[in-house]
């Protein structure tokens, strides 16, 4: 069965920077699509970003939200999913989810923006950021 962990989470000053990671396990990696939630006390769970089987920058997408300061990465000879945070808020405090997908129609139906889309799910990794 498909595993995830998430690492890299942690306390950070707003404008600060982490880099979260994600291992995969149980599965050809490079088969799923990866992609990162965030989920905040109270809230829904949210999409982050996206990234395809290759890791070609053009198959990445990112949530407005984001854009601009967090990319997203995969190294397919290591089986990781990488995320880099920079330029951090305070309403970026969330525990984020590592997801993978095997569902090779997910962008054409949009479901890569919605957890359902999403098969295997990470327990999650705290990311705070103070201001």
């Known amino acids: 069965q498909v595993q995830l962990v998430e690492s890299g989470g942690g306390l950070v000053q707003a404008g600060g920077s982490l880099r979260l990671s994600c291992a995969f396990s149980g599965g050809m990696f490079g088969t799923y699509v990866m992609g990162w939630f965030r989920q905040a006390p109270e809230k829904e769970r949210e999409f982050v970003a996206a990234i395809s089987w290759s890791g070609n920058p053009g198959g990445t997408i990112y949530a407005d939200s984001v854009k601009g300061r967090f990319t997203i990465s995969r190294d397919n000879a290591k089986y990781t999913v990488s995320l880099q945070m920079n330029s951090l808020k305070s309403e970026d405090s969330a525990v984020y989810y590592c997801?993978?997908?095997?569902?090779?129609?997910?962008?054409?139906?949009?479901?890569?923006?919605?957890?359902?889309?999403?098969?295997?799910w990470g327990q999650g990794t705290q990311v705070s950021v103070s201001s």
């Open positions: 997801a993978a997908s095997p569902d090779k129609t997910i962008f054409y139906r949009a479901r890569h923006l919605y957890p359902s889309g999403y098969d295997n």
